[in-house]
């Protein structure tokens, strides 16, 4: 009987020696790493948008919170300034009447509802022009107040928290283009000139 025993055939690759082998296995973990620190980048990087979209919720809806009323306060500034023009010719009557204290009360009392729930109203006449809190309507060619202030108040602006709720629309002062008669270069409206005597 024959011994059939395979002989071993030559191969084309020769097998691994032990470095090359070492070599192989910290590319392979070198890969591995990259891998699991560019997978640990992705996972941070989502956490951290996830973190700033919830600050970014909370502070929307605590704004939305703080300026809740700012529709229904806005809807009340029509009455009030009713309230106040009637009180202008309240002024001009000289017998006082229980109707026309009851006007005064009701807008002392509207005034105090806008303060606790923090409008103000936005000083105007003679500040200077900012135009985001006023409304120009109109120049007015005066040196009673200096260029650019604010001459006269139209109606009245009011700030809800900071933010603007109504502009106060208003008259712009400028230097008038040439004197009026009985006027003299550098005084105000309606005075005579101390030169012309």
């Not at 992705?42 to 979209?53: T, V």
């Not at 806005?74 to 002024?91: F, G, Q, T, V, Y």
């Not at 009985?182 to 005084?187: C, K, N, Y």
Request: with cysteine; aromatic share 4%; proline share 8%.
């Amino acid at each position: 009987m024959e011994d059939q025993t395979p002989t071993p055939q030559p191969s084309d690759a020769e097998p691994m020696t032990l470095e090359q082998e070492v070599q192989s296995l910290r590319t392979e973990l070198e890969q591995k790493n990259s891998e699991i620190k560019a997978a640990q980048d992705k996972q941070l990087r989502a956490y951290a948008e996830m973190d700033n979209y919830k600050k970014r919720m909370t502070r929307d809806h605590m704004e939305q919170l703080r300026y809740a009323n700012e529709k229904l306060l806005k809807e009340l500034l029509p009455a009030l300034d009713n309230l106040e023009r009637a009180l202008s010719h309240i002024k001009d009557s000289p017998e006082r009447s229980p109707w026309m204290e009851g006007v005064e009360l009701t807008h002392r009392q509207c005034l105090e509802v806008l303060k606790k729930f923090g409008v103000t109203s936005i000083p105007s006449t003679g500040e200077l022009f900012d135009p985001s809190r006023h409304q120009a309507v109109t120049y007015l060619d005066t040196n009673a107040q200096p260029e650019n202030h604010v001459a006269e108040e139209l109606q009245k602006g009011y700030l809800y928290q900071e933010r603007v709720l109504r502009p106060s629309m208003v008259a712009v002062a400028r230097k008038p283009s040439r004197p009026t008669a009985g006027e003299g270069p550098d005084t105000p409206d309606g005075e005579e000139s101390k030169e012309s005597g």
